[in-house]
């Protein structure tokens, strides 16, 4: 489900533009997301906070931060205050939680089947995330799964859940 107002629980997507912005899409395109318009993902929190992975760490910041900027607002249908309130309070939990373009890789090696022993455990075990991540992980540490589909925990990108919530 979409909307246009932003509501704690929500995920917001955006673009990223420059390089960085071109190898996230490299990265996504790799992970069979095609060359979709969303390379970042953020949880939006209460009182106007959002939460977003980035390369310094998970930082809490004000939404104003994305003032003028093309946001795509997004959540699965039917969730409740309860579990938006749920999903909040863990998302807040991953401040500083360092990030890792890394995940990108792995999760390309891993869509593509390439050998590497060890590459689920590898993952879980940096601690490290990427901004849909961190957003997938808030959800499912809340008791709410946003996938089904037999996916690793945490391998996803922004165009996934782009193309799980907004269609």
Known sequence: MQHALPMPGDIGLTRINGDVGRL?????????????DYQHAFLVLPGEMLIEAEPGG??????SA????????????G????RR???????????????SF??????AVHRLRL???GLRRYVAATGHMICSQLV???YQHAGVRLFDDGRWSGYVTPMALYRLLAR
């Open 24 to 36: 996230i899409r490299i990265g996504q395109w790799l992970n069979g997301n095609g060359f979709g």
């Open 58 to 63: 998970a930082t809490i910041r004000s939404l």
């Open 66 to 77: 994305y003032d003028g900027v093309d946001v795509l607002y997004v959540c699965p249908e």
């Open 79 to 82: 969730l409740t205050d309860a």
């Open 85 to 99: 309130d749920a999903i909040c309070a863990v998302g807040r939990g991953y401040e500083g939680v360092p990030y």
């Open 102 to 107: 890394l995940d990108y890789l792995a999760i």
């Open 115 to 117: 050998p590497f022993p």
């Open 136 to 138: 997938d992980q808030s």
